[in-house]
């Protein structure tokens, strides 16, 4: 078989039409498809209760960024409307 002629094995992509393209035993995944995977991953390790560290840490993450964007956000807001009332 050609280098050419490989083919993903979960969505048919041929390699050129993908940017990674990564052999296993008897099957081939393309980028897109481990990205794919990955997002599944992901999503069952938040159903079903965190099997990893990893997981756990890039699901808390973003909240506690957010929860410092509202404060800070919502705080900026407070001195930009006590500035507009002070000023009129
Ligand atoms: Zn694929």
Same mark, same amino acid.
């Given at each position: 078989? !050609? ?45 079903? *209760? ?27 807001? !407070? ?6 009332? *002070?000023?009129?």
């Amino acid at each position: 078989m !050609a280098k050419d002629d490989l083919e993903c094995s979960f969505c048919g992509r041929k390699k050129p039409e993908t940017d990674l393209l990564i052999a296993g035993l008897d099957a081939h995944i393309c980028d897109k498809c481990i990205e794919q995977a990955h997002g599944i991953v992901l999503e069952e390790s938040k159903q079903g *209760g965190a099997k990893e560290l990893l997981s756990d840490l890039m699901l808390s993450k973003p909240k506690v960024i957010k929860a410092f964007l509202d404060e800070y956000i919502i705080g900026q807001e !407070a001195t930009k409307k006590s500035n507009v009332c *002070g000023g009129l």
